[in-house]
């Protein structure tokens, strides 16, 4: 086999495996380029079988191993407009290699794979695993199977994770927290001129989502405030108000969907009970005029934890070590490192590419981006050698 990095990289953005998909096509090639070198590969199927997360160990059973994680679907290409192939990576003879996910985040699985052969080589002396997931784009719905795979297959424990999510190889050890919901409300309809004796969905609607705004200016006013991330506070926006047919109709339903973003300080779960129970007391106070009167929320995405590794923890000297990057930051998106922390292993983010290339037309990973990747997993091999 013994591929280049870009020749790795080109093969693995020409499988078109979106998010929700299945991505058998793309971890089978995988699967079958770890195994021609020897590796043991494991795979963590969904249920269906449709869908496949993989994870094996280079180096010795021994505690104290290096998790690199990545994911292997990418988002759509519908509407926007491509100069080329989205699933061709093309070379302009600029520096920069062109196709979807070649940034976000193909470009380090390929980095993890192009290494393979150098770790084998090497004396390991403590373990490299990879990790490869699904869904990632829709809501980082595979990592948590994966992740307790991991900890099942294996009896030595890893320290670190590494999560590949581009960062132009600046150490992440911060991430919000996200959970994105829907709430349904189901009123009584009639007559516009009955407003005070029917109960208006799209009345009670609009109150709940000032009641979430007043609930994230409550935590800010409290002090719950997180300087490391911009903004430095949990954010709760409601999205989508959709209800209501006519202006002279009250409404008998109305939808919210809405999104939490926590700071790690913050819990996602506690403000979601305290809005359920506003919500229980709202039913009980208008079930005197509608009896059929309700309000359901339901989680439309299981929720991601935060990431909140302490500038102080090893990995973070650990990964500035290997990138010879001494600074650090956080991010605004959610990335399955929040999850790898929640797994009991210290977390971080630091890929190649820029996220401000991720998820648009004409996504880029430079060639300067994959060489530092590609350096920074060959340090990490050289640091768990003999
Ligand atoms: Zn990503």
Known sequence: MDLNVEEILKKLVSFPVLGGESNLSIIYWIKEYLEYYGVVVKLVPNSEGTKSSLHCRIGPST???????????????????????????????????????????????????????????????????????????????AAPDLIIDIKKTYNEKPKYAIIGEPSLMQPIIGQKGICVLRTSVNGSAGHSSRIRQEVSAVHEAARLALWLESKMNALVESGSIDERFHPPHTSIHVGVIEGGIAPNVIADKAILRWDIRVIPKDNTAEIIQEFEEHCRNRVEELKSIFPGFEINTIEEHPNVPPLDTSAEDSIVAFVQKVTKNHTWDTVAYAAEAGQFALGGFESIICGPGSIAQAHRANEFIAKSELAKGVKMIESIVEKLSI
């Open 63 to 141: 505690d104290g191993g290096v998790i690199l994680s990545g994911h292997t679907d990418v988002v759509p290409v519908k509407g926007q407009n491509w100069d080329s192939d989205p699933f061709l990576l093309t070379d302009k003879n600029d520096g920069k290699l062109y196709g979807r996910g070649s940034c976000d985040m193909k470009g380090f699985l390929a980095c993890c794979l192009y290494v393979i052969p150098t770790m084998i080589k090497a004396n390991l002396i403590k373990p490299i695993y990879l990790a490869f997931s699904y869904d990632e784009e829709i809501g980082c719905l």
